[in-house]
């Protein structure tokens, strides 16, 4: 089992490009989950998943951010018109019952 | 608003000490207490959960404190070694809502 899978690991967009991220939860896994971790911020929610379906994306900025997971195998964030304040690490976990998160190793996005 | 909040942020400790890390609740539906491990470049791995109907939990020489009355936990690292130095994050859910998270506490062992 490799676990949650991201990528790429580090990506670097100038101000105002799109930005996708990746991730890939464990097999069987129900549930998918999107942070966003900053040293200021510390984690923050963004939204999340369960059998494929958007359940609750309160923690997801209106404009720009959206996030989807067209199949049961990998999920995408992705940040348009990508700003300074974006730049932060982006982490992905998925659960089977909600109770235990396995968090990927996340994706650093530095915005110039 | 911070639901979930841990104390202290940062934590120094000699090798061979106990390391007491706090977390404090505001929502008392909460009733899973996750505590995840987190070292630089990786994502949290979790450490240790306790339900709201124990008031103690004990894996290792990771144990957790917990009291349903005050809203509050901790988490008891015995005979702290240089590589327990990580992040320590507490996090809290009830049933039907997603975990949060605690900012923090960075423990430093020193040999």
């Known amino acids: 089992n490799a676990g949650v899978i991201q990528t790429p690991r580090h990506k670097v967009t100038g101000k105002g490009q799109e930005a996708t991220l990746w991730c890939e939860p464990i097999?069987?896994?129900?549930?998918v989950f999107w942070y966003r971790q900053t040293i200021v911020q510390g984690l923050e929610f963004l939204t999340y998943f369960r059998n494929q379906a958007p359940i609750d994306d309160s923690g997801m900025p209106k404009e720009r951010f959206s996030a989807q997971m067209p199949n049961q195998s990998h999920s995408t964030l992705k940040i348009q018109s990508t700003q300074p304040q974006d730049s932060a690490v982006y982490l992905c976990?998925?659960?089977?019952?909600?109770?235990?998160?396995?968090f990927g190793p996340g994706t650093r996005l530095t915005v110039l | 608003q911070q639901q979930v909040r841990q104390s202290p942020q940062s934590l120094t400790v000699w090798e061979g000490e106990t390391a007491i890390l706090n977390c404090s609740y505001e929502?008392?539906?909460?009733?899973?207490f996750p505590w995840y491990q987190q070292f630089p470049g990786e994502g949290p791995a979790l450490l240790i959960a306790i339900r709201s109907v124990s008031d103690k939990k004990e894996d290792g020489g990771f144990t957790i404190f917990f009291n349903k009355r005050e809203k509050n936990l901790s988490l008891h690292i015995k005979d702290s070694q240089p590589g327990d130095s990580a992040t320590y994050f507490c996090a809290a859910r009830n049933s039907g809502t997603y975990q949060r998270f605690g900012t923090g506490t960075k423990l430093q062992v020193v040999p």
């Open positions: 929502n008392s539906a909460f009733d899973y």
């Open positions: 976990a998925s659960s089977f019952d909600r109770a235990e998160q396995y």
């Open positions: 097999s069987g896994h129900s549930a």
